[in-house]
């Protein structure tokens, strides 16, 4: 979610749902001078809060957010946008506590391809340098939206390389989702997968006739991702969308390729799975892995414990 869409109502529904730690795009499509008064704006919106929420800037707020019944919120990019082609910038997003960027955002940039261009010609010069720079500074490359060649060379230079919110694409062919092999690799450098509950992420159906994959097609994934790689590199990635302005969909509606179709009759066009709606509907989640016969420690490692271990690397001590 955007900080747009993070009222002070939504802080406290966050805490409610159980939920002790967020990674929270500030940044998105903006340059460098938006960047910085988003970032400056989402620090005021915890200070507000803060009997519910804290930033994260050491592995101990992480961990004390939980003993304090707060959640820790890591900031985070979904593109590199906010760089504008100076690789320096990430020493100074680094300081303000960003540790998890996401090379692209669907289309190309600067870094390499998105997954919603026809051609992908893999990462630039400048995306080689980024990383190497991320890698030093222990940050994770986060490759949701990221194309598939693009994708597999940044996983093979990327120190901790990781896909915050997408699902398998053997289970809905969507360019949003993963393949096989891009997860396997991911896994092979222990990270982890985030579990998305965008409907067309999920399943394709008709959803502009209200048509809705359910909470049995989310748990659908888990089980072929933890098929194919184990338990411990599957993780929580919803990429709720709550609150949203009209504004916020627009863009989503020129891509039907990978968006879908919206239902113009809903105040969300694009609701999500049925039974996974919210951030308040996480414990039907945790219901789910129960009912499909997840171990205690494989519940415990899916619903953060897996985030915790990567997480732990990139968020300085």
Same mark, same amino acid.
């Given at each position: 979610?955007?900080?747009?869409?993070?009222?002070?109502?939504?802080?406290?529904?966050?805490?409610?749902?159980?939920?002790?730690?967020?990674?929270?795009?500030?940044?998105?499509?903006?340059?460098?001078?938006?960047?910085?008064?988003?970032?400056?704006? +989402?620090?005021?919106?915890?200070?507000?809060?803060?009997?519910?929420?804290?930033?994260?800037?050491?592995?101990?707020?992480?961990?004390?957010?939980?003993?304090?019944?707060?959640?820790?919120?890591?900031?985070?990019?979904?593109?590199?946008?906010?760089?504008?082609?100076?690789?320096?910038?990430?020493?100074?997003?680094?300081?303000? *506590?960003?540790?998890?960027?996401?090379?692209?955002?669907?289309?190309?940039?600067?870094?390499?391809?998105?997954?919603?261009?026809?051609?992908?010609?893999?990462?630039?010069?400048?995306?080689?340098?980024?990383?190497?720079?991320?890698?030093?500074?222990?940050?994770?490359?986060?490759?949701?939206?990221? *194309?598939?060649?693009?994708?597999?060379?940044?996983?093979?230079?990327?120190?901790?390389?990781?896909?915050?919110? %997408?699902?398998?694409?053997?289970?809905?062919?969507?360019?949003?989702?993963?393949?096989?092999?891009?997860?396997?690799?991911?896994?092979?450098?222990?990270?982890?997968?985030?579990?998305?509950?965008?409907?067309?992420?999920?399943? +394709?159906?008709?959803?502009?006739?209200?048509?809705?994959?359910?909470?049995?097609?989310?748990?659908?994934?888990?089980?072929? #991702?933890?098929?194919?790689?184990?338990?411990?590199?599957? *993780?929580?990635?919803?990429?709720?969308?709550?609150?949203?302005?009209?504004?916020?969909?627009?863009?989503?509606?020129?891509?039907?390729?990978?968006?879908?179709?919206?239902?113009?009759?809903?105040?969300?066009?694009?609701?999500?799975?049925?039974?996974?709606?919210?951030?308040?509907?996480?414990?039907?989640?945790?219901?789910?892995?129960?009912?499909?016969?997840? %171990?205690?420690?494989? #519940?415990? *490692?899916?619903?953060?414990?897996?985030?915790?271990?990567?997480?732990?690397?990139?968020?300085? %001590?």
């Amino acid at each position: 979610m955007q900080a747009s869409e993070f009222t002070d109502e939504y802080f406290h529904r966050v805490r409610s749902a159980g939920v002790s730690v967020v990674n929270k795009t500030v940044v998105g499509d903006e340059n460098l001078s938006d960047a910085m008064k988003l970032i400056a704006d +989402w620090r005021l919106r915890v200070a507000r809060n803060s009997d519910v929420a804290l930033d994260v800037f050491s592995i101990r707020d992480i961990l004390g957010a939980k003993k304090q019944n707060k959640v820790a919120y890591i900031r985070g990019f979904q593109n590199t946008l906010a760089l504008e082609g100076n690789v320096e910038m990430l020493n100074l997003y680094h300081k303000l *506590g960003v540790y998890i960027i996401q090379l692209t955002y669907n289309e190309r940039n600067l870094i390499g391809t998105g997954c919603g261009e026809k051609k992908d010609e893999g990462l630039s010069r400048f995306g080689v340098s980024v990383i190497e720079r991320m890698n030093r500074l222990n940050m994770m490359v986060d490759l949701s939206h990221v *194309g598939d060649t693009t994708t597999a060379q940044a996983i093979e230079l990327a120190r901790y390389p990781v896909v915050s919110h %997408s699902n398998a694409r053997t289970v809905c062919n969507n360019p949003r989702n993963k393949t096989d092999e891009q997860m396997k690799a991911v896994a092979e450098k222990d990270g982890v997968i985030g579990i998305v509950t965008f409907p067309s992420f999920v399943k +394709w159906t008709k959803t502009e006739d209200g048509e809705r994959p359910t909470i049995a097609d989310v748990l659908d994934h888990v089980d072929y #991702i933890v098929k194919l790689v184990g338990a411990k590199h599957v *993780g929580v990635g919803l990429d709720l969308i709550e609150n949203a302005e009209e504004k916020e969909y627009r863009g989503l509606i020129k891509r039907p390729d990978i968006w879908g179709k919206p239902n113009p009759r809903l105040k969300n066009p694009f609701a999500y799975a049925v039974g996974m709606e919210s951030v308040s509907d996480l414990p039907n989640f945790a219901e789910g892995l129960v009912a499909r016969g997840y %171990s205690d420690s494989e #519940i415990a *490692g899916i619903l953060g414990g897996n985030w915790l271990r990567v997480v732990q690397r990139s968020v300085p %001590s």
